[in-house]
Each structure stands twice: as C-alpha cells, then as structure tokens.
DNA sequence: CTGTTAGCGCCTTCAG
DNA sequence: CTGAAGGCGCTAACAG
C-alpha cells in the first residue's frame, strides 16, 4: 500500500511536500499537481491511523446510544452527524444495547482510539464512568441525564414541562380521572415526567390530588397491562398519559380489547413516532426534539474540544405537545402544536453567552425499503 | 498520558514486557503484577492508535447502512456485533442515510482507519464503489444487494420466494383478484418481490395472468397513494401484497379511510415490525432473518480476513411466511408460521463448504424509553 | 523468560 | 517554498 514516500518519490519531490499537499501548506502549483497525480497514479490513500499517531487526535466522534432500535435515537444521531461532518469529523455509533458493560468497552474504545469526542446517553446514572475519558482530555457531552461519575455537559429536553402540558391539556378537555402509566422508579426520565404530571394536576383548577399512577417498564407490555389494571379499577381513569411511546402503544392495545376508543378513553404519550399519526384516532403526543438535541450536544462538544475547561454546561431544550384525536373530545378540526417551554433553551447560571444554536429540524426522511 | 515506557520505568521491566502483558506474551507472574500495578497507578491505557499502526490492522469493523431508521438496519446490527464481539472486534456503524456521498465517504474513512472489515447495505448498486478497499485488502461483505464494481461476499434474504408463499397464501385463501403495490422498478428488491408475486400466479390453481401491479415508492404515502388507486378500478382487487413495511401502513390507511377492514381485503407485507402485531387485525408479514443476515455477513467478514482470496460467496437466507389476520378468511383461531425457502441456505456454487452457522435469532428484546 | 532495537506512516519543527 | 530529520506509542524480530 503506496505511502508518502513512494508518492513523494514518484513526484520527485520530499515526503513533506507531498504531506503539505495533503493538508493545504504552501506548495507550488506545479509540485502540487504533480503529487496529486502520482498519488492518484499509485492509489495513494493518506493512513489515517498513521496521522492519529503523529497528531494525537482523531477526526472521528463517538455516538453511544443504550438503544439502537428507539427512534428517539435514530433523529439523535442524525443531528450529531449533520453537525459534526459541517465541521469535517465522522461520527460512528456504538451501540451499547442499554447493557452498562458493552458501554463501558465502548468507552474504552473511544478512549483508546483517543477519539475526538463522545457523545453518551448513558446506560446507567451509577454505572457508566467517564472519568478516564476526561481525565485523558477527550470531550464528552451527556444526553438526556448526567451520568454520576463526573460533571460533563449535558442536553436534556425538558420533560417535565411536557408532561406538564400534556396533562393539563387532558384536563382542560374535560377529563376528570387522568392517570399517569410510568416508567421504573429508577428511571430518571419516568420520574421527571411523572412530575410534570403531578404538578399539573396540582396547578388545575381545582387542584387534583392523588391521581392514579402506575409504574411499568417502558414496554409494550408493561403498558398494556397497566393499563388493564387502571381499567379494571372501581373508578377507572377516563385519560391517561403514557410517559413513551412503547407503553402507549401496549395501552392504545388494551384499550381497544376492551372495546374503548380513543377519544372516549382520552390518551396522550410521549414521543412521537412514525406510527402515531398512522393509527385511527391519531395519538396526542409530547414531541422531543431528539434532532437538536443531537445538534446541541456535537456543537457542545466542538467547543469543549477549544474550551476544555470551561464550567460544564446543561441545556434544557424545550418539547413541544401535538395534540391529535387520541385526546380531543371536543370536535375541532385541525390538530394544534405547542410549545410546552419557554421559547429559549434554560441554560445554567455559569454560562449564559453558549446559547447553542439549534435550529428547526430539518425535514425528516420518510424511510425506505426493508 | 502515560505510554509503555513510563509504565516499564515505573515497573522497572522492559517495554516489550509491558507490551507483553498487555497482549498475553510470556511473563513471569511476578514481573507481570508489576506491571499490571504500574500501569493501574499510573492510568495507563494503551493507544489503539499506535498499536493500529505498528499491527497494520485495527480491531474495528464497519458497519455502513442506509437508513438508520429502519428497523430491518437495527437487528442486522445486532447480529452483526454479537458475531464480532466473540472475536474481540468492535462494530462501528455508519448511517450513509441513503446518499451514495456520504456512503462514500465512510467508505474512505474505513479505508484510511484501516478497519478490520466492512459490512455494507449499499446505497446504490451502481454508485457505491468498493474496488478501493477490496485492492487494499479490506475484506468487505455486501448485504442484500452486490454493488456492481466489485463482486464480494453477498447475504441476501430469500425475497423472491417471500413474495411468493405470501401471494400464495393469498390465493389459497380464497382471494381472487391479488394485487401488488411494489417499490420503484429501479430497486432490485421491489423487482425481485414482485417476482416472487408474478410466479405464484403463474403457478397458481388455476394460472393467472396479468395481476395488477401498482408501483410505488417504498414510503407509507406512496402506499396509500397505490392503494387509493387500486380501490378506484372498476374490479378492484380483494387482497394486496405491499413490498415493504411502510407502504403497508400507507395501504392500512387508504384502506380504513374508506371503511374496508381486513381481513374483509387482505393485506400481506414484506417486513415484520413491532406494530405488525399491534394493529387489529394483526398483519400478514414475510419476515426477514435480518438478525441471521447479520450474523452471516459478519461471520463471512471474519473468515474472509483469513482467506482473503477465495471466490466470493452469495448466501441467500429463507425468509418465512407469518400468518396473522389481516389474510386469513378462514376463522382459524391460532397464528401459522412456515419457512417459506428451503431449510438450507443456498449457496453459490463456487464454495458449497462454507455454509454460514446462523442460528435462530436471539430474542428481541423489548425497546426502552424514548 | 527478558531486553534491545527498528520501524509502522505521517506530520512538524528547523534549516535552507 | 522546500527538504531533512525526529518521533508519536507500540509490537515483532532478534539476541541473550
């Protein structure tokens, strides 16, 4: 495999010529062209592995995400990669499978491949550790919660303001037992949202104490069968939220074995999913901005990689409720879309200037062939 | 950061011991507790990199998709990394999102990082180019489709007699006017499927000839768009067989919009997804082994490093036939299943030896939180 | 079993 | 603008 100094012989010219032309120094035009086609005469490909070395970087980040299967994820990772290739890097994901150890020989990886990034959604709060990577100087930006191990940026949507709204929009419908199917207590993201729920149901006029909850998995399963329980209650809830979209669809399957239909039974959940305007009433859903969260965290960790010692940042981006059939007893005609935060992202007292700039999401790709 | 000379001054040993123990060279067990001690106290992690350099070969393999998206991607992933992972190789995947550029550039970026292997879902069959890594060395298995620069290891699923137990299972059932809704005539899936449905007509009790086709474009409005069509004929048919996934969902639609439920028109697809089980009636589907398809490519990835100059394979595993409501006018109560190929896979005749292992595939497991 | 040595391919001073 | 030379960190020969 041709190497510089086989193009450079060939070019007549010095191996840092031919690197120069590589990585725009100053080269005459003529030498120039004559590197460029001995190189493509030989077949030259420059060794990146052999420029990781001498350089002591990488132009590649690490994606590491607990489920490649979630679309949460896939909208993800499409924002990291838009951002990171604006700024010449590759982005490769690792997929952990939610399994703390494959995470941790990921981040190993990433490490030892001194990649020049990661960007995490950590398996586990106690579990993943990315204190080796920080302390080695790679950057790591966290998404959705922050692992315990270190303080490291990190870009959360802001749940609770969904599942706030959501409520309060199930509410302001007219229904009057809503319950709340969640996820495991050790779940961060299940309690965040429970919270919203609860606060909601608070804030209502009047006040509503003691709502009916119950925990399940954050699967299709567990969703149907809390479900089935909350029906079969003396006084079964007449809404309910699902704090994600496997839970919803496990309670939309309950609902329709017992024969109730939405809206009769009012349902809102989380996440949207392709299939949540497919189904018949079309589902109410809290919408995460999964895109620019991908965004938000590269651009965090393009800085950090100038700025490795800047305070951790944490940016809250905002959710935004799609309300659809699944939850509209009266009859308007139009679904309606609201932003369920602030207009700004929150962004810690610290550092207030690093707004990241995250735009519209780019027009999703209807997928292809299976 | 501390490299292995630090490491054997600490430990008071060689470097070559030190990299010894890292690779399980011979060390005496006092020596090598020295070491091990050193490299702890000192944080020591070895540098892929270098190692990447010297070895003339990395540890990393590719995985180079189209579209993230589809859940076709996400359980080949799998079965391509748990093969990997039991040869100590880590999975990097690439989402090329469909656009051959992008596919090329990671392309070159598995090239320049030297990667163990590719495994590629190529974007086009006449743009993506592989010669560059095939004349470097860098085994490359194709998966579904052979990219025409280069003839190399192929896994495909057996779509065409997929597409023709579904549509015979569709006459079987009694319907008599079967249509297809088919992806573009460029696509050498759509092509191969609606072989598959051509074939069972032919063969059919009595012969057929000229079922309607409807050509759409792999995406759920496409289907709907197809299946309004086809409802719109003067002899509409009364079963239909979508070539994937999405469009099936497109057709559910049209078809619930104007108040036809299935089995009343029946409905068979290409691709099991989660909400194939979901929606009531439950869908049809053919499924595709593509955790088995996985695992083939990467097992022929691993034997290819070590024979790289064999003839390239062509493995083509069964796909299987999953009954369920949406087809079935019979009232029969329970769910049917049936391989839909022969029980071995086929190979090309060149290397009938070496058939790949693939087992049946791990259990799903359910999503988590979005 | 252990140490010494010589690169892997590239980039980056430093001289010219 | 150009070339010579050293070294990034590691491993594989080779000697001992």
Redesign the interface.
């Known amino acids: 495999?041709a190497n510089i100094y086989d193009v450079a012989k060939a070019a007549g010219v010095s191996p840092a010529t031919v690197s120069r032309v590589l990585n725009g120094g100053s080269v005459s035009s003529e030498r120039a062209a004559r590197v460029r086609a001995a190189a493509e005469q030989l077949?030259f490909?420059?060794?990146?592995?052999?420029r990781?070395?001498r350089r002591q970087r990488?132009d590649?980040l690490?994606l590491i995400i607990?489920?490649?299967?979630?679309?949460?994820f896939?909208a993800l990772?499409?924002g990291v990669?838009d951002v990171a290739r604006a700024s010449n890097l590759?982005?490769?994901?690792?997929?952990a499978?939610?399994d703390p150890e494959k995470e941790a020989?990921?981040l190993?990886?990433a490490?030892?491949?001194?990649m020049a990034g990661v960007v995490i959604f950590p398996a586990s709060l106690a579990e993943t550790d990315v204190t080796?990577l920080l302390?080695?100087?790679v950057p790591v930006v966290a998404v959705d919660r922050s692992p315990e191990s270190a303080t490291v940026d990190t870009v959360t949507a802001d749940d609770e303001n969904g599942a706030y709204a959501a409520t309060r929009h199930l509410l302001d419908e007219g229904y009057r037992r809503v319950a709340c199917i969640t996820?495991p207590r050790a779940?961060s993201?299940?309690m965040v949202r429970l919270r919203g729920f609860l606060r909601a149901h608070r804030e209502g006029e009047p006040p509503r104490r003691r709502p009916r909850v119950a925990y399940a998995d954050?699967?299709?399963?567990g969703g149907y069968q809390a479900m089935s329980e909350l029906l079969d209650l003396a006084e079964p809830p007449d809404a309910v939220l699902a704090?994600?979209?496997?839970m919803a669809?496990g309670a939309?399957?309950a609902l329709?074995d017992r024969g109730l239909r939405p809206p009769e039974v009012g349902v809102a959940a989380?996440?949207d999913?392709?299939?949540s305007q497919?189904v018949?009433p079309a589902l109410t859903t809290v919408q995460?901005p999964a895109y620019e969260i991908g965004q938000a965290a590269a651009e965090l960790l393009l800085k950090r990689r100038h700025t490795p010692d800047n305070e951790p940042q944490r940016l809250v981006l905002p959710t935004r409720l799609q309300v659809r059939g699944s939850s509209r007893r009266s009859a308007e005609a139009e679904p309606t879309t609201a932003e369920t935060s602030p207009p700004l992202p929150t962004i810690a007292p610290t550092d207030r200037a690093g707004a990241t700039g995250h735009g519209l999401a780019r027009p999703r790709?209807?997928?292809?062939?299976?």
């Open positions: 495999m077949g490909r420059p060794n990146r592995v052999a990781g070395l990488s590649v690490a607990s489920d490649i299967e979630n679309p949460f896939t990772a499409r990669e590759s982005v490769v994901l690792c997929n499978d939610d020989e990921y190993d990886v490490l030892a491949e001194r080796a302390e080695h100087g996820g779940s993201a299940a954050f699967r299709v399963r704090t994600n979209n496997l669809a939309l399957a329709h989380f996440g999913t392709f299939w497919l018949r995460q790709r209807p997928g292809v062939m299976t």
